[in-house]
């Protein structure tokens, strides 16, 4: 018999043959329903959502995965966007016969979504030489390897197809059971649950390295990792979809991915980068990235070390005052009892907003107006305190912002004044 092709977007690493064989029967049944090199399928479902996704890159075609908490009106924008020729429901398939992989690196492969928590999702296209270098770039990492989230998440897709692509056991869980694993990879949200487990229940532990992205992680919570993990590596990495993998921290500070050119315009972050996503897809036509791209953010860059304050648009403007929403949540993160905290501003028909923080947890009231008072200035303080029991969430487990934006203003957030 002749042997399998090894999807090209792992890099020609050793796949499991169960899956190797089903991403084959996949591309077979692709190919029967018309798809072809060039092609673009919507996935919809979890069901070997994996085996699927990698035919399609056997036969050159690139796979948007829909995301299921989009309503009706995200989901058809997106499509409208994407225009794929197929969509299909993942299912258990036959095995079929051998496809001969097409394309090369820069063949698309996955157009990604932004994490747009409300209006109208971006739809890019990446090509697979994006995350082949991205992959290198991260290095490898030993196995098995657990992904906790959802393959409808980017973040969590990039984690998958990297522990493949390192020839490592892959495995699906909850962050908690991390400790059976030798790497997973996580959000802030899911790393503080992990370290929280181990607290709570010291146990032994098979975790040596613990990839993290999403956002922002502060002081505190590394140095509980390190106390709760003695024995694991953390390594942090900055990016967006839009980038893919722009900084990586391994120990102290945050540094600039090789062969990634950063500039900062007015304290703005720009990006000239090979693992870039090419573009955007627009009613199915692509429009081109630029040389040099912004998704908004606000650095410092000194010495080779890059520090990030925030997205622009998560900055508030209050009585004047220009107050990043993230310097303030990396401060409130590390008072005990706050699981998470998204802060946000409550319009005011004179300051033009009110810093508002909304934290997730059992914190007390006193504790976090501590902090505030000790490592803010006055004009970053929050004046609005709430809880919710849970805040809205984005697929990749990162606090939907714009979302409880949204509900502020509306006045429908599910919270209540803190006391």
């Known amino acids: 018999m002749t042997a399998l092709a090894v999807p090209p977007v792992l890099g020609g690493a050793a796949v499991p ?34 085996a699927w996704f990698l ?25 409208d966007d994407a225009r794929p020729d197929l ?57 098995p390897v657990l992904i906790a989230g959802p393959l409808s998440s980017s973040l969590f897709l990039f984690g998958a197809l990297h522990a493949l692509w390192c020839g490592a056991e892959l495995r699906f869980g909850r962050a908690a059971d991390a400790r059976a694993a030798a790497t997973t990879h996580v959000v802030p949200a ?13 146990a032994e532990t098979a975790l040596r390295t613990v990839v993290c992205g999403g956002a922002h992680l502060g002081d505190g919570l590394r140095a509980r990792f390190r106390e709760a993990f003695p024995e694991a590596e953390l390594v942090e990495y900055y990016g967006s979809a839009e980038h893919s993998l722009i900084a990586i921290r391994r120990g102290a500070g945050l540094r600039p991915v090789p062969g990634v050119d950063l500039d900062v315009r007015d304290g703005t972050l720009w990006v000239r980068s090979p693992l870039a996503a090419d573009g955007t897809l ?15 953010d606000r650095v410092d860059l000194h010495d080779g070390l890059l520090t990030v ?78 809880r919710a029991k849970a805040l809205p969430r984005t697929a990749s487990g990162k606090p939907a912002r714009a979302v409880i934006a949204d509900g502020l203003a509306a006045g429908t957030l599910d919270a209540e004044p803190l006391r």
């Open 87 to 143: 969509v299909v429901r993942p299912t258990p398939t036959e095995p079929g016969p051998g496809t001969t992989p097409a394309g090369d690196g820069r063949t698309p492969f996955y157009l990604p979504t932004t994490s747009g928590s409300s209006g109208r999702p971006t739809v890019l296209r990446r090509s697979r030489d994006s995350w082949l270098r991205s992959f290198a770039a991260l290095g490898a990492v030993p196995g």
């Open 282 to 296: 627009r009613a199915g036509r692509l429009e081109p990235a630029g040389e040099w791209t912004t998704v908004g």
């Open 309 to 386: 304050h925030g997205r622009g648009s998560a900055v508030i403007s209050s009585g004047g005052r220009l107050v990043a929403a993230e310097e303030v949540e990396t401060v409130l993160r590390e008072v005990p009892g706050v699981d998470d905290v998204v802060v946000t501003g409550t319009p005011h028909a004179r300051l033009g907003a009110l810093v508002t923080a909304v934290v997730e947890g059992e914190p007390a009231s006193a504790d976090l107006r501590a902090a505030a008072r000790h490592a803010l200035e006055p004009g970053k303080r929050p004046r609005v305190w709430l």
């Open 17 to 50: 043959a169960g899956l190797l064989r089903r991403a084959h029967a996949a591309a077979a049944e692709l190919a029967r329903r018309g798809v072809r090199d060039g092609g673009r399928v919507a996935l919809e479902g979890n069901d070997d959502l994996l």
């Open 190 to 202: 899911m790393l503080a649950d992990l370290v929280a487990t181990q607290e709570r229940a010291p």
């Open 55 to 79: 035919g399609a890159d056997l036969l050159g075609a690139a796979s948007l995965v829909v995301e299921p908490r989009w309503t009706a009106r995200e989901r058809a924008a997106v499509l």
